[in-house]
């Protein structure tokens, strides 16, 4: 059952339940063979405080998924325990940075310049950055000046449920 449509990339949220079940590689696996979708068009996506409950664990289980050619993102960095060895220890390709630090980004010029030096060393890294929780023209200006490399949030787009997804594909181009 190959998908019908062409995508960049197919993001799902995972918990530290599933990143702590070893089978989850072979289960990925078996999916992405089923289905016909490329791994490296997938990224799982784990929040930066479920990876302090066993990340012993979880890090073993990142890298196995690594190796199948996955992504990982790292999602709602800045809320949490956050911490740059993550960056390096983990094997990370996308950093989702939450948008309590983005809307902060408006009315705190600290808080640019960190979020300027964390996309800066994410670079370095080869990890891409996205910002979360765009909501106006201003706090878009902001973050492009931080050059990350994505960002997302209602600015775009309102939470859609997956039958309206291809409409609005179809019907409405997105705003550059």
């Known amino acids: 059952a190959r998908m019908s449509h062409d995508f960049k ?9 599933q990143l702590t079940n070893l089978n989850i590689i072979h289960r990925i696996e ?8 490329d791994a ?10 479920s990876l302090i409950k066993n990340l012993r664990l979880i890090s073993k289980t990142l890298n196995g998924l690594k190796q199948l ?20 220890k983990l094997p990370i390709d996308i950093l989702k940075i939450d948008r309590a630090l983005i ?26 950055v996205v910002a979360e929780g765009i909501e106006t023209q201003s706090v878009l200006e902001k973050v492009n000046v ?14 859609v449920q997956s039958n309206e997804i291809e409409h ?3 019907a409405q181009p997105f705003r550059q």
């Open 168 to 170: 609005m594909f179809v």
């Open 69 to 88: 050619g996955v992504k990982i993102a790292i999602d709602d960095f800045g809320v949490g325990y956050s911490s740059f060895a993550y960056l390096s």
């Open 9 to 17: 990339r197919l993001s799902i949220n995972v918990s530290v339940n």
């Open 146 to 159: 931080t050059k990350c490399d994505y960002v997302q949030g209602n600015f775009y787009s309102a939470p």
């Open 40 to 49: 490296s068009k997938l990224v799982l996506e784990v929040t930066e405080t």
């Open 30 to 37: 078996q999916h992405l063979a089923e289905y016909q979708v």
């Open 103 to 128: 809307d902060d980004i408006e009315y705190n010029t600290d808080t640019q310049i960190l979020i300027s030096n964390l996309v800066q060393t994410c670079h370095e890294l080869n990890i891409e």
